[in-house]
Each structure stands twice: as C-alpha cells, then as structure tokens.
Nanobody
C-alpha cells in the first residue's frame, strides 16, 4: 500500500506564502505522477499542478507565476510553493500519486489553506 502525508497548510494573509509538502511511502513505481489538487467549500476538486517523474510540470492558469511544484531526487516527495496568495486560493489541498502503469491513484488526507486578513 502507498500512503501520502501532507503538511504545511495554515492561515496566511493575502500576499503571503506557504509551502506544502507531501511524502509518499510504500510500494511506489518509479514512473509516476505526483500532483496537487484543491477543493474549496462547495466546489469540485480541481488540479492545481502536476509533476511527472519524467517530463514537464503543468499548472492551472490561475496559479501560473505564483505557485511552483517541485519534487525531491527520490521522487517520493512533492512540494508546492505558493506565493502571492489570494483569498480565492482558500481550499483544502490534496496530494495525489498516480501510477499510470498500474492505473492506480492514491490520495493524501488533505491540508487546509486559508487566505484571509
């Protein structure tokens, strides 16, 4: 089994920064995709940024230039550096690990981010 543990959420003022972390453990195929999703209250979960083990990262338009996704050398940790945060970034942020070869997805428990003055 694969487990994902997120950390780094919290309350921040508009214009502030937060760094989310997600650590994966268990049986992890080396070719995988790690991504961050978010779900605001009353809204559907949406992809924020994705980082395949091989290939380019991608972002939704609303966070381009403000958020940066990165991974460590082991490819088992993923980070989301969030700068210039806006109230509309308020949501629960989830880490997801996808292993295309096995057609499986794993989700973390979520970490809450609140942007408010």
């Amino acid at each position: 089994q694969v487990q994902l543990v997120e950390s780094g959420g919290g309350l921040v003022q508009p214009g502030g920064s937060l760094r989310l972390s997600c650590a994966a453990s268990g049986r992890i195929f080396p070719h995988n995709i790690m991504a961050w999703y978010r779900q605001a209250s009353g809204e559907q979960r949406e992809l924020v940024a994705a980082s395949p083990s091989v290939g380019m990262t991608n972002y939704i338009d609303s966070v381009k230039g403000r958020f940066t996704i990165s991974r460590d050398k082991t490819k088992t940790r993923v980070y989301l550096q969030m700068n210039s945060l806006k109230p509309e970034d308020t949501a629960v942020y989830y880490c997801k690990l996808s292993i295309p070869r096995w057609s499986v997805d794993y989700w973390g428990q979520g970490t809450e981010v609140t942007v408010s003055s």
